[in-house]
């Protein structure tokens, strides 16, 4: 357990740094968060490069002790507070729809990891990039 938690803690804040990065100053909020998107749900993603500790760890977590549980409730309420900080910079949107947003692409990719058929990961991807993109305002 102690071991899980300790790579649990490292993954969490690794996506932290990730998304923490700052946006570059000639890129608006809606375009840097479309290129986020754009990263998180596609196949490299899906096949490991840039693991995603929320979709890679979304089903293992729930068997773990409370500190795990603690350490990925952390990283998924940052994950939305960043999508959520991006996306009122741009567009009218509230908690509500930026939690139905992540639960969607944090669950694209973790479904995607257990599909053999790159066409049907290819289509969970597009499907959901497309349906975020109109959540986050059309991007």
Known sequence: MLIFRVNLLYIVNQLHLLLADPKPKNISEKIWLGQLLDGYLSVEHVNGENVCPLAFLATDVV???????????KAYTGFNKIIMDYASCYTSCDEDEILSLTSMIIGAVAISRTMEKQKDIKKILSS????AGIKLGGI
């Open 63 to 73: 068997t773990r002790d409370i500190n795990a549980k603690l350490a990925y409730s």
């Open 128 to 131: 959901c990039r497309r349906e």
